[in-house]
């Protein structure tokens, strides 16, 4: 049985999380800046990796339903085992609806997104100003909700590799095996 994740899932893991953590410093820091060129060209840089994040949620999705993951540990109660799955369940949640809150905020405030600056991406809807400032809100409110799974998403992590000191978070290290 093969108790860790597979290359491509452990890949897509950790690069994911390098983008969510970038996505997230970088989105809290430019919200405050006066409007100015570079603020504008971050803005870019944020819907581009926020629409690339999108895009490779998806192809975990597919992964991952393609790919079962392993078991969670036996030793895992069965409320242990609910959290886990709830947990994942609402990061991958949060990783769909927070580009898509961005993608709409950006529709209703006119503000169209061009992938990389070549690909441009479809409004979702008409500009409407009070609409934006809403959907500002929302996707504001659904980061702070991602940091906050995020962090419990690690001590978890943490609390089964030093308390129960079981695999839990070995399998998903880049260059663990399977035992």
Known sequence: MNTHYTPLAKSLHWLMALM????????FYMSDLPLSPDKLQLYSWHKWAGVTVFVLVWVRLAWRI????????SSMSPLMQWGAHAGHFMLYALMIAIPLSGWLMSSAKGFQ????GVLPIPDLIGKDKALGKSLTELHEALNIGL?????????????????HK????RRMLPRSTKH
């Open 113 to 116: 997104t061009v992938w990389f």
């Open 20 to 27: 969510v953590f970038g996505l997230l410093a970088l989105g």
């Open 147 to 163: 940091l906050l799974l995020i962090i419990g998403h690690a001590l978890a992590a943490a609390f089964h590799h030093f308390v």
């Open 66 to 73: 393609t790919h079962r993951p392993p078991a969670l540990p």
């Open 166 to 169: 079981d695999d839990t978070l």
